[in-house]
């Protein structure tokens, strides 16, 4: 089915740890965007791709490295995880055309627990 | 800063029932306004978009509204139905589609 693929779906990492959120998508969307839900918070973005090679910082960007690797793919990078990055993450893609974007579709989300 | 508030956080109401879940937001100049339904456990799914140059929008029995002047969208559920209780998020569309949103209002529908 199309759609945006996120893997893994769940995931448990110790503290220190790295790991990579895999996503993907094959709607031939121009932006992708990674988000984190938390209870009491929301949902808040990590950072975004409004084109294929750049990248640009969302509200909550540090402790996160993403890489827009192709058209289709953004992966979001756990360099050393904490305890606060425990949270569901989503990955989103949307058609961007100068101000207006529509055909925003959300990946099922990874969910992250960090020990 | 843009913020979004969406109250009540929850609401219950019976089968039937026609309801107005609410999304308020404080910077007038917004790109669109996103209304989008998440169930437990899962992705949100997008129900309906405004531009800001849009009054409202309809699909099916879901109906959502754009007031600028007044910082105010609604979404109208008509002749509500148990498959319709799920969080409703609202969203600021942003300049380049970084959406900011509410918290959500969790709503159940009784049968």
């Known amino acids: 089915n199309a759609g945006v693929t996120q893997t893994p779906k769940f995931q448990v990492l110790k503290t220190g740890q790295s790991m990579t959120l895999q996503c993907a998508q094959d709607?031939?969307?121009?932006?992708m965007y990674w988000y984190r839900q938390d209870p009491g918070m929301g949902l808040r973005l990590i950072y975004y791709s409004a084109s294929e090679g750049t990248t640009d910082k969302g509200e909550v960007p540090n402790g996160y490295n993403v890489s827009r690797l192709n058209k289709r793919e953004f992966s979001l990078r756990l360099e050393s995880a904490a305890p606060s990055q425990t949270s569901v993450y989503f990955c989103a893609s949307s058609i961007t055309a100068g101000a207006s974007n529509y055909g925003y579709t959300f990946g099922s989300g990874t969910r992250l627990t960090v020990v | 800063k843009q913020e979004v508030t969406q109250i009540p956080a929850a609401l219950s109401v019976p089968e039937g029932e026609n309801l107005v879940l609410n999304c308020s937001f404080t910077?007038?100049?917004?790109?669109?306004l996103q209304w989008f339904r998440q169930d437990p456990g899962k992705g949100l799914t997008s129900l309906l978009l405004?531009?800001?140059?849009?009054r409202e929008q309809t699909s099916g029995r879901l109906n959502a509204s754009l007031d600028k002047s007044s910082g105010r969208s609604t979404l109208y559920i008509a002749a509500s139905q148990p498959g319709d209780s799920a969080t409703y998020l609202c969203a600021d569309g942003g300049s380049q589609g970084n959406l900011i949103f509410g918290k959500g209002t969790k709503l159940s529908v009784k049968p």
């Open positions: 910077d007038s100049a917004i790109y669109n």
């Open positions: 405004i531009q800001s140059s849009q």
């Open positions: 709607m031939n969307h121009n932006s």
